[in-house]
């Protein structure tokens, strides 16, 4: 390792981003309602063009293959599995951005605060991916949880929204005391905030019983903080009340760091303790699974489905890393990054259609959605065949990793318990799609598709899942290469 401010040029990601959000800010004070330079026609080019040179600049810095770095007296650490996570937050986190200007036009609430909130939330994610120290862990992820409370009760006309916002604040913060709390066990046990210290000093025989009991707080905060039963009271509420731009940010970049941030401190600082932390993970999976797949039988809302579904595909991810292998840190890469673009296809369609300020919120609203958007349909329909594991499809090679990682390890009845949820879970995937193209209804509502934006986003996303079909192994390698810098960091 190498610690000195010569590696300055790591942080040019969140430099460059607070110098925007601090312009922003201050154009959004000063100008917002001026009619020769609203913010309208401003905000979402120049946050994208300023996300895109953030990647470029990050990938021009970049040298850090094989090389594990540190900066500020080891606060903040870069390797190429943190920097990989960085790059890929500002890739999505730019076109999410891009693409929901339209949708926040129709719906009336397209504010300067919006893009400032989002970016101070992203600036935190990115902080969150290089810590190395207890504190800093803290202070970031209370920063991109305070942006997150804001966005989702950011329409703050609708009861819905509130009530999201409401209970999202609440139970982040019981979250985040469990994760003070096991944080503080941590530093009682060691002495030191420092991740490598607190993982060489935490064996020690005379602070086993604190440290074990700090290391369970803290998972079960991150437990709380991905959505993971019985931890998911929120997520549902959190989904349906938020802006559907929101949802999509919520569903897609968060969740990717957290699982990060799980992996790190599971096969990283607490390896020792895996006796610990695997059947915690199991247990919550099993569950995660068995609700995300069950509760969604009774839902009549989409967005409500999505939030089952997410609970569902989160329990499949911790099964992974219940396993405790090297073969479970490639599930997880591999299954998190394509769940992210699947979430990101299928959060797509929902915003192409909306039609007179409103999108087709229940299901029945999508009946016989195949005789007015065809395409469309066949879109929606191949990424929840994908979602639902259905082979030859990305989803399909994702559980079957995570179930491949369980029968490395001799988790048999785990992997079989898990398969069979998962075939139960397929039901409502099937459903929606049967809704599609078979059921015929006077609440269903045309679809419309008119931003060229969405549509070439939409594209891209859907060909990176499917096209998989063709090169499978490179990806895997990729994964495979993924994880092993991970491991040899």
């Not at 991109?144 to 982040?172: D, H, R």
């Not at 609970?311 to 292998?325: D, P, Q, R």
């Amino acid at each position: 390792m190498y610690s000195s401010f010569e590696n300055f040029s790591f942080v040019y990601n969140e430099i460059l981003l607070s110098v925007f959000l601090l312009v922003s800010l201050s154009f959004g004070v000063y100008y917002s309602t001026s009619k020769n330079y609203g913010l309208l026609s401003l905000s979402a080019p120049n946050i994208f063009f300023t996300a895109f040179m953030t990647i470029l600049v990050f990938f021009v810095s970049f040298d850090t293959i094989g090389l594990t770095y540190t900066s500020f007296n080891d606060v903040l650490v870069f390797d190429p599995y943190t920097c990989f996570f960085q790059g890929f937050i500002l890739l999505v986190s730019s076109t999410i951005l891009a693409i929901s200007k339209n949708f926040l036009l129709t719906r009336g609430v397209f504010l300067y605060e919006y893009s400032a909130i989002t970016l101070l939330s992203i600036i935190g994610l990115l902080f969150l991916c290089s810590s190395s120290n207890i504190l800093m862990l803290f202070l970031v992820i209370e920063l991109q949880s305070l942006a997150f409370y804001l966005l989702a009760s950011f329409q703050w006309n609708s009861e819905y929204a509130t009530e999201a916002g409401i209970k999202y604040f609440i139970l982040g913060s019981f979250s985040s005391c469990l994760l003070l709390f096991g944080f503080s066990l941590l530093y009682l046990s060691s002495g030191s905030s420092s991740f490598e210290v607190i993982q060489n000093l935490a064996t020690s025989p005379a602070f086993l019983d604190t440290t074990s009991i700090g290391i369970l707080f803290c998972f079960t905060a991150f437990l709380f903080k991905v959505g993971a039963s019985p931890f998911h009271m929120w997520l549902t509420d959190v989904y349906e009340g938020s802006l559907t731009s929101v949802t999509l940010f919520f569903a897609a970049v968060p969740k990717l760091i957290l699982f990060y941030l799980l992996i790190k401190f599971s096969f990283v600082i607490f390896l020792d303790y895996q006796h610990l932390w695997s059947p915690l993970f199991l247990v919550t999976g099993l569950l995660s699974i068995g609700i995300g797949s069950i509760a969604a039988f009774a839902q009549k809302k989409l967005k409500r489905l999505l939030a089952f579904s997410a609970i569902s595909h989160t329990g499949f991810i911790l099964l992974a890393l219940s396993s405790g292998s090297a073969l479970a840190i490639k599930a997880c890469s591999f299954y998190m990054i394509f769940y992210a673009f699947m979430t990101f296809s299928v959060f797509s369609i929902i915003l192409l259609s909306i039609n007179h300020a409103s999108f087709l919120k229940y299901l029945v609203n999508w009946s016989y959605s195949s005789k007015r958007n065809f395409v469309l349909t066949m879109t929606f329909s191949l990424i929840l065949f994908s979602l639902a594991g259905i082979p030859p499809l990305t989803g399909f090679y994702s559980k079957l990793l995570v179930f491949l990682s369980l029968i490395s390890e001799q988790q048999i009845i785990a992997a079989l318990i898990g398969a069979l949820l998962s075939c139960v879970g397929c039901f409502y995937y099937i459903r929606l799609i049967k809704i599609f193209f078979f059921c015929s209804s006077d609440k269903g509502t045309w679809i419309y598709s008119n931003d060229r934006s969405l549509e070439i986003c939409l594209v891209i996303s859907t060909l990176f899942v499917t096209l998989f079909l063709l090169r499978p192994d490179s990806v895997l390698l990729n994964s495979v290469l993924l994880s092993s810098s991970f491991i040899t960091s």
